[in-house]
């Protein structure tokens, strides 16, 4: 079992910076590949980023390929997302989530959500 707190969401204007954090506690933090995922109001959730257990393997979706980016320390039990030059079509509910394996779908377990929001 693996809880997930996720936290660092805000508003900030169009451009700006946010860093987003997602703790773990339970056991084996370093056995599962993290994702991040997003979901906008009205639009399905969608897959942004996920790293492999140990940081080798790492998947950038093409939206924020050279904007965001997902790395994670083992020995916090901490996966971050930096996001960079944000733009308001990143508004969204930002999760965290965590499976055993690599893959981009069927994660087992979810944070709570943090609140993205990007002004014009």
């Known amino acids: 079992q693996v809880q997930l707190v996720e936290s660092g969401g805000g508003l900030v204007q169009a451009g700006g910076s946010l860093r987003l954090s997602c703790a773990a506690s339970?056991?084996?933090?370093?056995?599962?590949?993290m994702g991040w995922f997003r979901q906008a109001p009205g639009k399905e959730r969608e897959s942004v980023a996920a790293?492999?257990?140990?940081?080798?393997?790492?998947f950038h979706a093409d939206s924020v390929k050279g904007r965001f980016t997902i790395s994670r320390d083992n020995a916090k039990n901490t996966v971050f997302l930096q996001m960079s030059s944000l733009k308001p079509e990143d508004t969204a509910v930002y999760y965290c989530?965590?499976?055993?394996?690599w893959g981009l779908g069927n994660y087992e377990y979810w944070g709570q959500g943090t609140q993205v929001t990007v002004s014009s």
């Open positions: 339970g056991r084996s933090f370093s056995s599962y590949t």
């Open positions: 989530a965590a499976r055993r394996g």
């Open positions: 790293i492999s257990r140990d940081g080798t393997r790492i």
